[in-house]
């Protein structure tokens, strides 16, 4: 069992930088892919990123590759989220996800456990 909370989020104007943090707790959180998903208003929850249990693969969606950074530390049980040149289309509730897949698992049901999310807002 792995309980998830998402913080860091927040209003940010266009271009600007914000960095999410997502701490665990459970014993098991070093052996789970951790991923980021996102959902914007009217829209379905679309895969952001994932990270392998020791950070040595990554999976960027095509959207964000180049602007955000997935990272993890596993002594700590945290999952950051480093997200550089914002824009208005990556507004959003951004949720942190565990699961036993791979890093190319995109789709929500390949996690078992989720957060409560946390808002960005990006400004023009």
């Known amino acids: 069992q792995v309980q998830l909370v998402e913080s860091g989020g927040g209003l940010v104007q266009a271009g600007g930088s914000l960095r999410l943090s997502c701490a665990a707790s459970?014993?098991?959180?070093?052996?789970?892919?951790m991923a980021w998903f996102r959902q914007a208003p009217g829209r379905e929850r679309e895969f952001v990123s994932a990270?392998?249990?020791?950070?040595?693969?990554?999976n960027y969606a095509d959207s964000v590759q180049g602007r955000f950074t997935n990272s993890r530390d596993n002594a700590k049980k945290t999952v950051f989220l480093q997200m550089n040149s914002l824009k208005l289309e990556d507004t959003a509730a951004y949720y942190c996800?565990?699961?036993?897949?791979?890093?190319?698992?995109?789709?929500?049901?390949?996690?078992?456990?989720w957060g409560q999310g946390t808002q960005v807002t990006v400004s023009s």
């Open positions: 459970g014993r098991t959180f070093s052996g789970y892919t």
């Open positions: 990270i392998s249990w020791n950070g040595d693969r990554l």
């Open positions: 996800a565990a699961g036993a897949g791979a890093v190319t698992a995109m789709t929500p049901r390949a996690y078992a456990y």
